[in-house]
Nanobody
Framework: QVQLVESGGGLVQAGGSLRLSCAAS????????MGWYRQAPGKQRELVVTISSGGSTNYADSVKGRFTISRDNAKNTVYLQMNSLKPEDTAVYYCKVFNADGRNYWGQGTQVTVSS
Protein backbone atom coordinates (compact mmCIF):
# COMPACT_ATOMS: atom_id res chain seq x y z
CA GLN A 1 0.00 0.00 0.00
CA VAL A 2 1.11 3.55 -0.72
CA GLN A 3 0.03 6.68 1.12
CA LEU A 4 0.16 10.13 -0.43
CA VAL A 5 0.01 13.34 1.57
CA GLU A 6 -0.49 16.58 -0.33
CA SER A 7 0.01 20.11 0.87
CA GLY A 8 0.36 23.65 -0.42
CA GLY A 9 -3.03 24.53 -1.85
CA GLY A 10 -4.83 27.75 -1.06
CA LEU A 11 -6.28 30.99 -2.33
CA VAL A 12 -4.20 33.27 -4.53
CA GLN A 13 -4.85 36.20 -6.83
CA ALA A 14 -4.46 35.88 -10.55
CA GLY A 15 -0.82 36.18 -11.51
CA GLY A 16 0.32 34.75 -8.22
CA SER A 17 2.16 31.55 -7.38
CA LEU A 18 1.67 28.45 -5.29
CA ARG A 19 3.78 25.37 -4.65
CA LEU A 20 2.19 21.99 -4.08
CA SER A 21 3.95 19.05 -2.45
CA CYS A 22 3.08 15.37 -2.38
CA ALA A 23 4.97 12.97 -0.15
CA ALA A 24 4.65 9.24 -0.78
CA SER A 25 5.23 6.55 1.80
CA UNK A 26 4.71 2.84 2.11
CA UNK A 27 5.42 0.28 -0.60
CA UNK A 28 6.74 2.81 -3.09
CA UNK A 29 9.10 1.62 -5.79
CA UNK A 30 11.95 3.83 -6.94
CA UNK A 31 11.06 3.22 -10.58
CA UNK A 32 7.73 4.99 -10.79
CA UNK A 33 6.01 7.93 -12.37
CA MET A 34 4.45 10.65 -10.25
CA GLY A 35 2.14 13.37 -11.39
CA TRP A 36 -0.53 15.93 -10.78
CA TYR A 37 -4.09 15.97 -12.03
CA ARG A 38 -6.84 18.46 -11.40
CA GLN A 39 -10.60 18.56 -11.38
CA ALA A 40 -12.61 21.73 -11.66
CA PRO A 41 -16.29 21.87 -10.63
CA GLY A 42 -18.47 20.19 -13.22
CA LYS A 43 -15.50 18.96 -15.24
CA GLN A 44 -13.63 15.72 -15.61
CA ARG A 45 -10.32 15.15 -13.91
CA GLU A 46 -7.49 16.06 -16.26
CA LEU A 47 -3.76 15.62 -16.49
CA VAL A 48 -1.62 18.54 -15.42
CA VAL A 49 1.84 16.99 -15.60
CA THR A 50 3.74 13.78 -14.91
CA ILE A 51 7.38 13.06 -14.19
CA SER A 52 9.18 9.74 -14.42
CA SER A 53 11.79 8.53 -11.97
CA GLY A 54 14.37 9.50 -14.59
CA GLY A 55 13.01 13.04 -14.85
CA SER A 56 11.08 12.87 -18.12
CA THR A 57 8.06 15.16 -18.02
CA ASN A 58 4.73 15.46 -19.81
CA TYR A 59 2.87 18.74 -19.42
CA ALA A 60 -0.65 19.66 -20.44
CA ASP A 61 -0.56 22.43 -23.04
CA SER A 62 -2.59 24.68 -20.75
CA VAL A 63 0.17 24.84 -18.13
CA LYS A 64 3.33 24.74 -20.22
CA GLY A 65 5.64 27.62 -19.39
CA ARG A 66 3.80 28.39 -16.14
CA PHE A 67 3.99 25.21 -14.07
CA THR A 68 7.10 23.21 -13.21
CA ILE A 69 7.17 19.73 -11.76
CA SER A 70 10.13 18.34 -9.85
CA ARG A 71 10.80 15.40 -7.59
CA ASP A 72 13.12 14.37 -4.80
CA ASN A 73 13.59 10.65 -5.17
CA ALA A 74 15.33 10.33 -1.81
CA LYS A 75 12.22 11.75 -0.14
CA ASN A 76 9.67 10.17 -2.50
CA THR A 77 8.23 13.63 -2.90
CA VAL A 78 6.96 15.45 -5.96
CA TYR A 79 6.47 19.19 -6.20
CA LEU A 80 4.44 21.42 -8.47
CA GLN A 81 5.50 25.04 -8.76
CA MET A 82 2.64 27.04 -10.23
CA ASN A 83 3.34 30.53 -11.50
CA SER A 84 1.25 33.08 -13.36
CA LEU A 85 -1.88 31.45 -12.05
CA LYS A 86 -5.16 32.11 -13.81
CA PRO A 87 -8.75 31.80 -12.58
CA GLU A 88 -9.16 28.81 -14.90
CA ASP A 89 -6.50 26.98 -12.89
CA THR A 90 -8.97 26.81 -10.01
CA ALA A 91 -9.52 23.14 -9.18
CA VAL A 92 -8.82 20.39 -6.73
CA TYR A 93 -5.32 19.14 -7.47
CA TYR A 94 -4.57 15.46 -6.98
CA CYS A 95 -1.23 13.74 -6.74
CA LYS A 96 -0.94 10.34 -8.44
CA VAL A 97 1.69 7.64 -8.32
CA PHE A 98 2.02 5.05 -11.05
CA ASN A 99 3.89 2.45 -9.04
CA ALA A 100 6.27 0.00 -10.67
CA ASP A 101 4.15 -2.95 -9.45
CA GLY A 102 1.34 -1.80 -11.74
CA ARG A 103 -0.79 -0.22 -9.03
CA ASN A 104 -1.82 3.42 -9.08
CA TYR A 105 -2.49 5.57 -6.06
CA TRP A 106 -4.21 8.93 -5.58
CA GLY A 107 -3.79 11.61 -2.95
CA GLN A 108 -6.74 13.14 -1.14
CA GLY A 109 -6.61 16.34 -3.17
CA THR A 110 -5.81 19.92 -2.31
CA GLN A 111 -7.91 22.93 -3.31
CA VAL A 112 -6.36 25.67 -5.42
CA THR A 113 -8.46 28.78 -5.91
CA VAL A 114 -7.34 31.65 -8.12
CA SER A 115 -9.31 34.86 -7.81
CA SER A 116 -9.57 37.38 -10.63
Amino acid sequence: QVQLVESGGGLVQAGGSLRLSCAASGNIFRSNTMGWYRQAPGKQRELVVTISSGGSTNYADSVKGRFTISRDNAKNTVYLQMNSLKPEDTAVYYCKVFNADGRNYWGQGTQVTVSS
